[in-house]
Structure formats: C-alpha cells, structure tokens
C-alpha cells in the first residue's frame, strides 16, 4: 500500500525541520510528502528546501496565501494533490516515532479512520529541542512529558488495547490520523465554511461517521511527540456547524475538497 504524508504547518519553520527529520527517520518511509503550507513565509521554504535534498522521496510544497486561518483549505489542496491512496495526516510540531508510518500502514483499512497516541511535551523541553535544533526522544523518568505513558510503543498490545468507536466524535484529534483517499472524497473533505480554528476535525469525521466509516484509536503505536505551545479557544461559530452535521446526518459539504480536484 502506498500512501501520502501531509504535514499542516503555518509560520513555525523550527518546528518544521524536526519533524520533517523525523520523517526522514522513519523506519518506513512514506512515498511522498505534502507540506500542507496556510501561507508561511519564505523561511518555511528554505527547510523545506534544505529536507529535500537529504531524503530521497519527493517532497511537495503546497503553498496558498496568508489571508488569515484557512486551516480547512490548505488541508484539501494539499490532499488534492496526493498522488497515493492512503492519506496520513500529522500537524507541523509534532515530531514522530521512528515506525510512525509503519504503525499506521499496519492498522488501514477501507472505511476507517485511525487515530494515533500523541505524547504532550512540556514547555521547558520543547524550547530546548528548538533551541538545538535536534530532538530526542524525552524520558519517562523526567519532567519531559505530560502523559508519559504515550510514549510507551507496544505493538503487541495494541491490537488488544486499540478501540473502536462509531458515532463519538469526543477526543478527536486532527494532528495524527489517517484514512484512504477514497473515503476523504467521499465526503467532500474538510468544510471550507470553517474560518477560524476550531472544531474542523470533528466536523469532519462527524461525517465521516455519518457516511459508515469507522473510528480505531490505536493506543501504544502511532506516536507522536506534540511540542508545547498554547492551547486555543473554539469558537461558537464553529460549534454551530457541527451542531448542525450531527442534526441533519450530513455526509457531505458544500465547500470541500471537490473544488481542487
């Protein structure tokens, strides 16, 4: 199975290079990546740049203007523009285990959306691997981590361990999952109506679940390390539109991906 890696990023280029690293470590490498870009300056470019002449996989930067949060929109371009049918989805600070990839392959299937363990970084630890510019996996016995026992990666236990949820859209989390392309499609993507940050991932794969697919969180694999930084505020606004998904049984948007394709 081959599949594309998107990576959502927007003005944090320090961040970018140590996850972008981590891919280039990965002990299965994705077969291509797509820097999903929201309008970050030339900076971001110039790791992009630097990455792509140490790895050996085509590397694409899709850019758009900086014309304010338009998280949704660089999602669906940069989907768009994936040449493979399995799409894994990361934010542009959260650096990965080295079988990141390999755990997600492991775990696809057709009509299911996985969603990964994310191991919250403290803010002390964060600012010392940017200031390097080299990350390391934190330590279990120090004050690296919030919940440290993401970090343990026991594939053997994940298939006992992982869940499955249908129709439950809490704790979604849009910086570590993955899915087939077909399914993404199916629903038109991400719901371009949705401007300010907020509820963009659980609109989404509410109707992802409207649709039949199904939800598999999958506990010590698929780790991530989240680099600190402030928590946002949802907007109501927002909350409106998936109020109003979960109502009327929505599979579908009105502005999604289908305007890239």
């Known amino acids: 199975m081959n599949c594309s890696l998107i990576i959502c990023t927007y003005n944090w280029p320090e961040a970018l290079s140590l996850v972008l690293s981590s891919v280039a470590d990965q002990s299965i490498l994705p077969n291509e990546i797509i820097v999903a870009d929201d309008g970050s300056s030339e900076s971001t470019a110039k790791v992009i740049e630097e990455l792509s002449n140490k790895i050996s996989i085509p590397i694409i930067h899709?850019?758009?203007?900086?014309?304010?949060?338009?998280?949704?929109h660089s999602r669906n371009r940069a989907i768009a523009k994936s040449n493979y049918e399995y799409i894994i989805v990361i934010d542009g600070d959260?650096?990965?285990?080295?079988?990141?990839?390999?755990?997600?392959?492991?775990f696809a299937q057709d009509g299911l959306y996985i969603q990964g363990s994310r191991v919250l970084l403290q803010s002390e630890f964060t600012s010392n691997v940017i200031k390097k510019n080299l990350f390391k996996k934190p330590s279990f016995y120090l004050e690296h981590a919030k919940n440290k026992i993401n970090m343990l990666r026991l594939p053997l236990l994940t298939k006992l361990m992982s869940y499955f949820k249908n129709q439950n859209i809490n704790r979604i989390r849009g910086c570590n999952f993955s899915l087939y392309k077909e399914d993404i499609i199916k629903v038109n993507g991400f719901n371009e109506e949705i401007t300010t940050w907020g509820r963009e991932d659980?609109?989404?794969?509410?109707?992802?679940?409207?649709?039949?697919?199904?939800?598999?969180?999958?506990?010590?694999?698929?780790?991530?390390?989240?680099?600190?930084?402030?928590?946002?505020?949802?907007?109501?606004?927002?909350?409106?539109?998936?109020?109003?998904?979960?109502?009327?049984?929505?599979?579908?948007?009105?502005?999604?991906?289908?305007?890239?394709?």
């Open 94 to 106: 959260t650096v990965l285990h080295k079988d990141f990839i390999k755990d997600h392959k492991r």
């Open 62 to 72: 899709s850019w758009q203007e900086d014309v304010g949060w338009r998280l949704t």
């Open 202 to 261: 659980s609109e989404f794969v509410q109707r992802l679940f409207n649709s039949g697919v199904r939800k598999q969180h999958l506990k010590f694999s698929g780790i991530q390390y989240h680099l600190y930084h402030k928590e946002r505020i949802h907007n109501n606004i927002n909350n409106n539109i998936l109020q109003a998904t979960i109502k009327n049984n929505a599979t579908w948007c009105s502005l999604g991906i289908d305007g890239y394709l």
